[in-house]
């Protein structure tokens, strides 16, 4: 990479963003009827472009099923704009708040105020559903949207520009392409807010680059999100809805589960069922158009490390697919794991599923917060006692009670990590909040009530007002 591109780089950037900014100071409070109409610009313009991005998406993936991108990508987009549209008059209405005797007469409410202008860093695994998620919670606020998308889907990446090119003004909504130190020079801007969606070890130095403007910042990291299959619930029924959610973009997603816990004297029962649905899903891997590639040779290369690691480990590998084709790297149970494996470590991201055994729910929970908090976690079984204890014994940025994945595109659902797994959340109203300022606004009239708090002190007004209120 020529470094000497770098400082032109920063300066285009430099030079959007001041464009940007100079728009939203001269409309800082956009009509909740141009926001409506915004979104509606947006979603027909989606709509319209289905076909071709799809067909994008699948190319820059090697082969991705029309309809996994059309269900996991473009219909949760979809749904969300229809949410917001519909309930964004009550959000952006200003809040009354009460006062108290010391402060009257007066009113109190709070505004919400839009950002500025936002910027968004989008990952290779969801470019759609992951630019245009934030894009409309930041739109809705009233915001300015710069958008940077990955270079790892340069098909998808150029046809999201073209196609918020031509919905948007530059000034507004903007795309911007380029390797890794594009991105890294993007991180830098002191946008008004800044949302990161990707790896934790690239939020790290995302919240690093914003800290130096005290830019604001949503973290949507990711880590070993686990499953729990309980003692009683039936085999095939917690196998087939965690093969979904692990075979779901070839498990190219933040959300899969990334490892299960499985009663020790179940784990060959689950092997089976798990064998079965994936082979029901998936009759044949060779040439089937529904199985996700991985996305590129380096990460393909990085999921066989980790099974190559595994195996010099003593792990029990059962591929359960005799062999893979090109880059459909076959769905694999892993059986006598620790944590000295890298599998183990890192986080997953591919169709690798370790399974870890457990005697006790009290086990299986220890065993989860022994390790960072996960961006989700799945429990399955029936027994709303134990469903409870989970949920109340456990931390994650969100739970899936016997399912996988679909709390994300739930849309007044908030969506976010904790910890390692991120900060920060958005999707529905807490997107909009996110992408607002809760501003404070205490009106008072001419009648100057505070007069008597003035000093000088212990007159017999303020004497008075002391006995009455702090008691």
Known sequence: MDQSSFPSQTVALE???????????????????????????????????????????????????????????????????????????????????????????????????????????????????????????????????????????????????????????????????????????????????????????????????????????????????????????????????????????????????????????????????????????????????DYTSIINARQQARLYSYLEDARARGARVVPLFSEGQDRRLPPTLLLDVNDDMRVMQDEIFGPLLPVVPYAHIDEAIAYINARPRPLALYYFGYDRQEQQRVIARTHSGGVGINETLLHVAVCDLPFGGIGPSGMGHYHGHEGFLTFSKAKAVLRKPRLNATRVLYPPYGRTMQKLLRRLLIR
């Open 15 to 289: 030079t959007l963003l001041e464009r940007q900014r100079a728009a939203f100071l001269a409309d800082p409070m956009p009509s909740v009827a141009a926001r409506r109409g915004w979104l509606k610009a947006l979603r027909q313009a989606l709509v319209d472009q289905q076909h071709a991005l799809t067909s994008a998406v699948s190319r820059d993936f090697g082969n991705r099923s029309v309809d996994e991108t059309l269900f996991a990508e473009l219909l949760p987009c979809l749904q969300s704009i229809d949410h917001v549209s519909r309930h964004l008059p009550r959000w952006t209405k200003p809040s009354r708040r009460p006062l108290g005797l010391a402060f009257q007469p007066g009113s109190a409410q709070v505004v919400y105020q839009p950002l500025g202008v936002v910027g968004v860093i989008v990952p290779w695994n969801y470019p759609l559903f992951l630019a245009i998620g934030p894009l409309v919670g930041a739109l809705a606020a009233g915001n300015r949207v710069m958008i940077k998308m990955s270079e790892s889907t340069p098909e998808t990446s150029q046809l999201v520009r073209d196609l918020l090119a031509r919905v948007f003004p530059e000034d507004q909504v903007a795309v911007v392409l380029g390797e890794a130190d594009v991105g890294a020079a993007f991180a830098r801007l002191p946008f008004d807010h800044l949302l990161f969606t990707g790896a934790t070890s690239i939020g790290r130095h995302i919240l690093h680059a914003a800290a130096d403007n005290l830019t604001p910042v949503t973290l949507e990291l990711g880590g070993k999100s686990p499953a729990i299959v309980s003692r009683d619930v039936p085999l095939e029924d917690a196998a087939e809805r965690i093969a979904f959610g692990k075979t779901m973009n070839a498990g190219q997603t933040c959300v899969a589960p990334d490892y299960v816990l499985v009663p020790r004297d179940r784990i060959e029962g689950f092997v089976e069922a798990y064998r079965r649905v994936i082979q029901c899903f998936y009759p044949q891997l060779a040439d089937n158009p």
